[in-house]
């Protein structure tokens, strides 16, 4: 997987590379790639307001 910080800061480049990432990251991690999953990695690298800009998800919505 790739670093967690250096998976923020591609994040934060663009839309294309965000999904790029977040496709790459559920194919690896299969159903281990959930939203909580990535809302703890992203309070641990201080991003906060990222998660708050995911909101809830919508019922039957996927990440990527």
């Known amino acids: ?5 250096m998976a923020v800061e591609t994040m934060a480049q ?6 790029t990432l977040l496709r790459d990251w559920a194919i690896q991690e299969g ?14 690298k201080g991003h ?4 708050q800009v995911l909101g809830p998800p ?3 919505c996927s990440v990527v």
């Open 48 to 51: 906060e307001d990222m998660v």
């Open 58 to 60: 919508a019922e039957g």
């Open 31 to 44: 159903s281990g790639a959930t939203l909580k999953v990535l809302e703890n990695a992203l309070v641990a």
């Open 1 to 5: 997987m790739v670093d967690s910080a």
């Open 14 to 19: 663009g839309q294309v590379q965000a999904y």
